[in-house]
C-alpha cells in the first residue's frame, strides 16, 4: 500500500470522527469533490521542459504524485508592461494601473504627479522639475527600490524592473494531480506562490502596497496585473481578463490558472457578467461538474485568492 493510500485512509478517519462532532466545517473533509488538475490546458504554455510527474511532499506531509511544472513565466498571449509614464504629461496608454481602496486607477502622467494629494502626504514627489519622472531604468535601482527597504536614493521613484534583467530565470513548481482537501485556510505570507495562470506566469501573493507606499515608490502593474521583481520575474498580482481562458460549456466563469493545491482558478464573472456567491474564506466553492474550485478576486483587491483549501506543492526559482 502506499503512502497516498495511507494519507486518504487518515483523513477519512478523521471525517469520521469529526463528523460526530458539532462542526461543520470538517464534515466537508469526506465530501469535498476534487477534480485532477488538466495538463492539457498548457499546451501553448511556454515550458522550459515538458510537464512531467514526480513524487512531492505537500504542506501537510502527505506524499503524492505531482505535476513538475518547468516555465520561464513569459506569456505568450500578451505583452509586459508598461509600468511606470516617464513624464507628467503623458497619457495613460505610457503607464500601467495601481489599485487603493479595492479601486484600480491607471497609473498615467497626471496620477504620478497628483499623488502627493491622492495619498494626502506632501513628502510625495516623483517627478523632477523639468517634468520627467523618476523611474528605476537600471537592474540596479530596480533592485535597490524593489525590496523591503527600500535604498534612500530610490525612495520616491517609480519602480519597475525590466523581464529582460532575469529572463534565465526558470521556475518550477510542484503541484498536486489531485487535490487533497485539508482546511488549512490561512492568509499568505509575503512572497508565497499563489498558483499558476494557464501562461506559465505565477499569481503572487498580495504585493506589499504598505511597504512599497512607505517608501513613497509606486510600483505599477501593467494592465494585465503584473510586474517583475527581482525574486520570481515577471508575476501577477490582479486578474484583468488578458490571460488565456477555458471557456466552461454551462456558462460558468472561465479556467484561468490552477493554486499551489491543484484546484483550479476561474475568473470573477460567468457569461452573465454575474461574480460567484458563497465563497469561502479562501473564495472557494464547489460544484457538480469543477468539484472545489476558486474564483480569483476583484483586479482592485490585491489579492488573487484568499488562502489554499488544500494542501499545497512548492515553487522554486533556478537561473
Ligand atoms: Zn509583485
Ligand atoms: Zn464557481
Known amino acids: 500500500m502506499d503512502k497516498n493510500i495511507y494519507f486518504f485512509l487518515g483523513m477519512s478517519l478523521v471525517a469520521i470522527l469529526h463528523s460526530c462532532g458539532p462542526s461543520s466545517r470538517s464534515q466537508v473533509i469526506s465530501n469535498v469533490k476534487s477534480i485532477p488538475l488538466d495538463i492539457s490546458h498548457f499546451n501553448d504554455t511556454k515550458l522550459y521542459e515538458p510537464i512531467s ?15 513538475k511544472i518547468s ?13 511606470c509614464p516617464t513624464h507628467i504629461d503623458d497619457s495613460k496608454d505610457k503607464g500601467g494601473i495601481w489599485f487603493e481602496g479595492g479601486k484600480v486607477y491607471d497609473v498615467d502622467g497626471h496620477f504620478v504627479s497628483n499623488i502627493g494629494e491622492f495619498y494626502k502626504d506632501e513628502k ?5 522639475d523639468d517634468g520627467s519622472i523618476k523611474v528605476t531604468v537600471t537592474q540596479k535601482a530596480c533592485e535597490g527600490a524593489a525590496k523591503p527597504r527600500v535604498e534612500e536614493i530610490y525612495k520616491n ?15 518550477t513548481y510542484l503541484i498536486p494531480k489531485t487535490p ?3 482546511t488549512t485556510g490561512g492568509r499568505f505570507g509575503r512572497g508565497e506562490p499563489v498558483g499558476i495562470a494557464l501562461n506559465g506566469v505565477n499569481y503572487d501573493s498580495p504585493a506589499p502596497t504598505e511597504a512599497i507606499l512607505k517608501a513613497h515608490t509606486l510600483a505599477p502593474l501593467d494592465d494585465c496585473g503584473g510586474h517583475v521583481n527581482p525574486h520570481v520575474g515577471y508575476h501577477y498580482h490582479a486578474a484583468t481578463g488578458c490571460t488565456v481562458e477555458v471557456e466552461q460549456a454551462d456558462g460558468h466563469a472561465p479556467l484561468i490558472g490552477y493554486a499551489m493545491d491543484g484546484y483550479g482558478i476561474y475568473a470573477l464573472l460567468d457569461t452573465n ?8 474564506e479562501c473564495r472557494g466553492h464547489e460544484d457538480a461538474t469543477r468539484g472545489y474550485h476558486y ?6 483587491g490585491n489579492q488573487i485568492i484568499g488562502c489554499l483549501s488544500g494542501q499545497y506543492g512548492s515553487m522554486k526559482v533556478s537561473h
Open 53 to 67: 510527474v514526480v513524487k512531492c511532499e505537500l504542506s501537510r506531509g502527505a506524499i503524492a504524485d505531482c505535476y
Open 71 to 83: 516555465v520561464t513565466s513569459v506569456p505568450h498571449e500578451h505583452k509586459m508592461g508598461p509600468w
Open 124 to 128: 510625495w514627489k516623483l517627478y523632477n
Open 157 to 171: 521613484h517609480c519602480v519597475e524592473c525590466q523581464p529582460s534583467f532575469y529572463h534565465d530565470h526558470i521556475t
Open 180 to 182: 487533497f482537501y485539508n
Open 273 to 280: 457578467g454575474q461574480s460567484s456567491i458563497n465563497l469561502d
Open 295 to 300: 474564483h480569483v478576486g476583484e483586479p482592485g
